[in-house]
C-alpha cells in the first residue's frame, strides 16, 4: 500500500506514495521547504482521518503553526482539536564541557526521546510521524557509533510498529552535504533532496528523489512552487 506525500505531483513519480510503513528522509538547505514538506505530509494525513504526531526538535510549535496558517490558511487548530495532530516538542538539553556529563545528558535525551515517541502514537493511534529534525539530534549525540546504534533502533522500532515516517535533516551551507549522510541515508527507505537552483536572475526551488526502496522511481529534477494549496510539483515537458 502506498502513502500519499502530501506534495501535488510527486506521488506520480514514486508509484504512488510512500511505502506504508516506511521511514522517510527530506533534505536540503535552510529555506528550500523541508519543514513545508512535513506539515504537507502531516495536513494530508490529518484531512483523511489519518491522526499524525508531528516532533519538533527546533522550532516551538507555536511559529510552526503560525507559519503553516499564514502559507496556507490550513485550520491546524481544530485539527489539533479532534487529535488528527497532535505536536510533540523535545529538544536536546544544554551540554555542559564536561563531555563525560556530556554523554550522559546524550543516553538520557535518547532515552526519553524514544519514550515520548512511542507513547505519543500509541496514545494517539496515529500513523504517521514526523521528525524535524534529525541533524540537532545527530550533532547532539555527537558520538558515531552510538548515533548508529540510536537510529537503527528507532526506524527499526517505527517500522515494526508500522508508522510512516518523514524526517526532516539539513544540508550545511559550507560543505554542501548533510550531517552524518552515510548514517542516516543507509538507514532510512528513501531520501526525497529539496534544493535552490539559479535561474537567470532567480533561484526555483527543485525536488529530486535520490532514493526509494521497492519503487521505480523517477531520478529526475523537478521544480516546485509553494502556492496556497499546497507544494506543487511543476512537470518538465
Known sequence: MRITTG???????IEGGFVEGSVNLVVGKTGTGKTTFCCSFMYNGAMNNVPTVYLTTEERVVDIKKDIESMFKWDIDSLEDKGLINFLSLKPMVPSVDMEHTSR???SYVSELLRKITESLEKTKAKRLIID??????LFINDQYLSRIILTSLMDKLREMGITTVISGT??????VIAGAELIESTVDSVIKLDFVPVAEDFKRTVT???MRRTNHSTLI?????????MKLIEVD
Open 7 to 13: 506534495m501535488i505531483n510527486l506521488d506520480d513519480k
Open 105 to 107: 545528558l546524550a543516553k
Open 133 to 138: 529534525s534529525i541533524s540537532v539530534i545527530q
Open 171 to 176: 544540508i550545511t551551507e559550507t560543505s554542501g
Open 209 to 211: 528523489i535520490r532514493k
Open 222 to 230: 523537478y521544480p516546485f512552487e509553494i502556492t496556497p494549496e499546497g
